[in-house]
């Protein structure tokens, strides 16, 4: 599959234009589906009645599917704010086990269909500085690629290692890897991974540069091997590939300028 790409440089005026159109999308999008997610929740409550474990499954797949969407719509908005440097980090104290493995119980959802097998490690009593709302989109995406690359049957492991005054998450999964030539392409927008899996339905090509910006906006980066030169501490071995964030603990020194509020 053809690797194919926006050009990184826009100019000012048309990254203005660029960013506009896709908040513009993004509200045409999210519209209908906030009251969507709001009666599904209103169903998965039980308060309109009890659900039977079809049912029940039923509304899970689609809170599920409703959530991915979101997830899309999030990447639309905030590549273009993230690319002009518009972004703002709202920072306070998180978790990052607990950060990993709320994102690895979608992940599970996700990946039934694959009868996948989800775990996490490492990152007990860790506490860090940084946009909570915005890395749990950057873990995300990262779930949500390992998901799609994964083959049937397969393990996704998400780690949480203490670097000292920095910390990493890092998402394994079995799947078929990439190449040099993808890597080196992983974190463009809009790109794809041209591996030899005819029946994988490409992403929109978002969640990688997504969570790429979102690292550097925090003073880290992304980085991508496969396979993994060093496995984790699991039972399991992973020959696919290895996307992890490396994050200072402290979060960024300098804080991003705010969105434009008129």
């Not at 790409?5 to 506009?20: D, I």
């Not at 309109?48 to 959530?67: D, F, P, R």
């Not at 607990?98 to 860790?126: F, N, P, W, Y």
Request: glycine fraction near 10%; proline fraction near 6%; charge should be neutral.
């Amino acid at each position: 599959m053809a690797k194919q790409s926006l050009p990184s440089e826009v100019g000012p005026q048309g990254g203005q234009r660029q960013a506009a159109f896709l908040h513009s999308v993004a509200h045409e999008l999210s519209t209908p589906l906030t009251p969507l997610v709001g009666y599904l929740k209103i169903l998965q409550s039980g308060k309109l009645g009890a659900l039977n474990e079809q049912q029940h499954k039923v509304i899970e797949a689609m809170t599920h599917s409703a959530a991915h969407l979101s997830l899309i719509i999030d990447n639309l908005v905030d590549l273009a704010d993230l690319e002009a440097g518009r972004t703002e980090l709202r920072l306070g104290e998180l978790q990052p086990a607990k950060l990993l493995a709320e994102g690895l119980e979608d992940a599970r959802v996700a990946g039934r269909s694959k009868r996948l097998t989800v775990e996490v490690i490492g990152g007990e009593g860790l506490v860090v500085r940084g946009d909570e709302v915005k890395l749990r989109q950057a873990v995300a995406n990262l779930l949500d690629n390992a998901v799609r690359y994964s083959r049937h049957g397969g393990v996704v492991l998400g780690e949480i290692v203490d670097l000292g005054d920095r910390w990493e998450v890092a998402v394994y999964d079995q799947g078929p890897g990439l190449d040099a030539g993808d890597l080196a392409h992983l974190s463009a927008p809009f790109s794809h991974a041209a591996v030899a899996y005819p029946q994988r339905r490409p992403g929109a090509g978002l969640g990688l540069p997504v969570a790429r910006r979102i690292a550097e906006a925090h003073g880290g980066e992304l980085r991508a091997e496969s396979p993994p030169q060093n496995q984790p501490r699991t039972i399991h071995h992973f020959a696919g590939t290895r996307v992890s964030l490396i994050l200072p603990k402290a979060g960024p020194l300098t804080a991003a300028p705010a969105l434009p509020t008129a």
